[in-house]
């Protein structure tokens, strides 16, 4: 086992993988959130009386449940973006105080040995 210690970051790389995985939560979350939005907008719209609003009401939930699918998973892509690269800049500047995170490492595949010759050579 090797005991290594994670002295640094780079601080694009964390905050792409964190926009990324933001994003994928935040994809999750608006989908629920623009249904949720849609339905409920249209079960408001059919309660409402008959008229030319109702269906210019029916349509607007629909288009701003479209947005908040496209827009949450974008801001929270954002943020997570923003995020992880302040979050790499305050490890790395952490990490020349404190020393870093340890971390423990064994590898599932055995290390390279040399072939056995036995001291006879075939020509």
Excluded: C
Excluded at 63 to 83: H, Q, V
Excluded at 88 to 96: E, K, S, T, V
């Amino acid at each position: 086992m090797a005991e290594m210690t994670i002295k640094r970051v780079g601080v694009l790389s964390l905050a792409k993988l964190q926009g990324f995985l933001m994003m994928i939560i935040g994809l999750f979350i608006g989908v629920i959130y623009g249904l949720v939005f849609m339905i409920f907008g249209a079960a408001m719209t059919s309660l409402a009386p008959q008229g030319e609003g109702q269906a210019i009401g029916g349509i607007g939930t629909v288009f701003i449940g479209l947005l908040m699918m496209i827009g949450i998973p974008l801001f929270y892509g954002g943020m997570g973006f923003i995020g992880g690269a302040v979050g790499g800049l305050i490890y790395n500047a952490a990490a020349r105080f404190v020393g870093g995170i340890k971390i423990e490492l064994e590898s599932d595949t055995p290390s390279y040995a040399p072939p056995q010759w036995g001291g006879q050579y075939q020509t």
